[in-house]
């Protein structure tokens, strides 16, 4: 069978295939190359890229030397289909070494190789799968959520051979990407990495796709896989009780009607992400509003805003694409932000992916994957060199380290080269805390542009009450309004919840986490067994990588474990508490050096009510990957 990865073949006329160049990253074209000719002179040469910043895809390549490299492409993918499009030879381990340092200007250590390859599937194997080695028929799985991760889990578990059923809230597959519709809802992750690695597309539009193509891209992977008919959709899970005596689950949900449904399972595999259970502030007079009134991520599709006054309050990543997609159409819109956010320029940010792209993805051997890896690796444990704290570097308060004073001075740069010298705006819109200290944004300058419209407005000061047609704030100031938007966000720090889990001896996984959630690995938790958290306690990632590659990495190890539950016929498996107590110590003393818990930043979702954060990873990505490749028997209590 033909490596998945190494193109379809095609009749392209030599025409077309010149148009298609016009449009690739020549850097990604060259190593593709290299695997049609098999000469690896072809990138030992003068035709190479200057360096990688994020989304530069073209390695700062002149224009000279990206037409010279165009010319010898044509040649060498002529000759390829006039040969019938061959499967290309396999590359030694040496040479890809040779082409990943090549592509992105500067060394990769060795101890990324193994990671970056299984990420790139250049053999065509997808490594993260795992078979089943023995009958898995009396050892049903409930799978909580059919997001991202819970789609996820239940590939894996269809290829292991381990019976499950998803139950899952909403209509329809996707998660976050079924349910925020809000205008302007796209991803910040690039698409042509940010997706299943084993099922990459080469079908996006854009380089960063809006939220119904993401969710389209969720329900084509769940109907290949055929995982939907194992999905109970908009059935609720309101409480899952683990019974010692049978080492069994009872898994106890709402469906659409309010009827009970009960599940029984070996094992409870949440999957229910961190960011979906809507954060309204309580406000005074917030309930006389006479207007429509709605979450972001509740949006209300019925309500007219053409021409409205529209207040939003909040305006983190979601406030961020809104203000952009609504003020074109509204009357007025009025921003009420608390704090100013850090974005950083990514102008590929809203731009659509021309044919010649996809064309290079469908048919030039593992251009796509070579693709994948040049996105993947500036987000690759880079960005936590950006945000550890140097704990010698002076005032704290504005930057942590050097390096993060360097992202202070250039995000900063970028911010005010957009909007002049307008002084109040300037003091509006500019952090006061450090770079990176919060979620960090993508701006192609819509944000900003959107600031100095005739029709926007933005307002720091504190709101002090809601009336029936106003949002005042503490200076006094009336601001009309006909509609409210709340950007504000989640109980992105209440995991689990609203759910009840109750453990060993009826304990209460919400209770006894309180605000310090916590899992072994962000996985497994003590006295509660066979449950796995996906997108768990202290694996949401704040400076790069991809939930996805996160969920991959959880969900390799969680087949892993109930494979050693299944092959022994063990009853339960649970993470030792000293393991568990050790992860929690070390992962806090980390996430304390992060600029993340600098105490300057009073808000932040990531922190809890104490200004510590459970929610997110302090660990390198390549750390995480090697823990979770394989579980360690030795870690958990079996009974
Ligand atoms: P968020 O980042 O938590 O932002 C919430 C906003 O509401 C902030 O401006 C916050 O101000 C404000 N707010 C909250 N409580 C408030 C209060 N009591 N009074 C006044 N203002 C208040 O929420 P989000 O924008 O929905 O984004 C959440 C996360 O979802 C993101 O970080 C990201 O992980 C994900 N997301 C991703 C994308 C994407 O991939 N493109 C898009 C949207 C969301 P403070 O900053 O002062 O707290």
Not at 248 to 269: N, S, Y
Not at 327 to 339: D, E, M, N
Not at 512 to 536: H, K, Q
Request: aromatic share 10%.
């Amino acid at each position: 069978m033909r490596n998945p990865h190494a193109g379809q073949p095609f009749t392209t006329s030599d025409d077309e295939i010149a148009a298609a160049l016009a449009d690739v990253s020549i850097p990604t074209l060259m190593l593709s190359l290299v695997h049609m000719s098999g000469d690896p002179t072809l990138i030992r040469g003068a035709l190479k890229p200057a360096g990688l910043f994020l989304n530069e895809v073209q390695g700062y390549m002149s224009e000279d030397d990206k037409a010279a490299v165009r010319k010898i492409a044509l040649e060498v993918i002529a000759g390829y289909r006039d040969r019938g499009c061959p499967e290309p030879e396999p590359v030694s381990a040496e040479l890809l070494h040779e082409m990943m340092q090549w592509l992105v200007c500067e060394p990769v250590p060795d101890e990324y190789v193994p990671m970056l390859l299984e990420e790139m599937e250049l053999d065509g194997r997808d490594a993260r799968a795992t078979r089943a080695t023995s009958p898995a028929h009396d050892f049903p799985v409930v799978v909580i959520g059919c997001g991202e991760s819970g789609l996820l889990a239940g590939i894996r578990l269809k290829e292991a051979g381990i019976p499950f059923t998803i139950v899952e809230k909403n209509g329809g597959v996707g998660g976050t990407w079924y349910q925020n519709t809000y205008p302007g809802a796209r991803v910040d992750v690039g698409n042509h990495f940010y997706c299943y690695s084993f099922e990459p597309s080469d079908q996006w539009t854009h380089f960063f796709a809006e939220q119904p193509e993401l969710q389209a891209y969720f329900q084509r992977v769940m109907d290949k896989h055929d995982i939907g008919r194992h999905v109970r959709w908009e059935t609720e899970v309101v409480e899952a009780v683990w019974d010692d005596a049978t080492a069994t689950w009872t898994v106890h949900a709402r469906d659409r009607d309010g009827e009970a449904v009960t599940l029984t399972a070996r094992a409870v595999i949440s999957a229910v992400g961190q960011l979906n259970r809507p954060h309204i502030p309580q406000i005074a007079g917030q309930h006389d509003f006479a207007g429509p009134a709605f979450h972001s991520s509740e949006w209300d599709h019925s309500v007219d805003l053409r021409g409205k006054r529209v207040a939003m309050i909040g305006a983190g990543a979601s406030g961020f694409q809104i203000a952009p997609s609504i003020a074109p159409i509204v009357g007025q819109l009025t921003v009420f932000q608390r704090t100013a956010q850090w974005m950083f320029p990514n102008p590929n940010y809203h731009e659509q992916v021309g044919p010649g792209v996809r064309w290079a993805l469908r048919h030039l051997p593992f251009y796509g994957r070579w693709y994948r890896f040049l996105l993947f690796w500036p987000g690759c444990d880079k960005g936590l060199d950006a945000a550890r704290v140097d704990p010698e570097y002076p005032d704290q308060h504005k930057a942590v380290s050097e390096i993060n004073e360097i992202t202070r001075i250039m995000f900063t740069e970028w911010i005010t080269s957009q909007i002049g010298d307008d002084p109040d705006l300037v003091a509006k819109v500019v952090p006061d805390y450090p770079a990176t200290g919060k979620r960090t944004l993508q701006d192609n300058g819509s944000w900003l542009k959107t600031l100095t419209r005739p029709n926007v407005e933005l307002v720091r000061t504190g709101i002090d009450r809601i009336e029936r047609d106003a949002i005042v704030t503490a200076d006094g100031v009336r601001h009309r309004a006909d509609i409210i938007i709340y950007a504000t966000g989640f109980h992105a720090g209440k995991l689990l919840w609203p759910m009840t889990i109750r453990g060993r001896n009826g304990e209460v996984l919400g209770e006894r986490w309180g605000e310090r959630p916590s899992a072994y690995l962000g996985i497994t938790v003590p006295d509660f067994p066979n449950l796995f958290c996906m997108y768990g306690p202290g694996t949401n990632l704040a400076s790069g990588g991809s939930l996805i590659f996160h969920s991959e990495c959880q969900m390799r190890y969680i087949t892993q474990c109930l494979e050693l539950l299944i092959a022994d016929r063990r009853r339960s498996l649970e993470p030792r508490e000293d393991r568990t107590a050790d992860w929690i110590e070390r992962s806090q003393a980390e996430m304390r050096k992060m600029v993340w818990s600098q105490p300057s930043i009073k808000h932040s979702f990531y922190k809890n009510s104490h200004g510590e954060i459970y929610t997110l990873s302090p660990w390198r990505l390549v750390d995480y990957w090697g823990w979770t490749r394989e579980p360690n028997p030795q870690d958990f209590v079996f009974r």
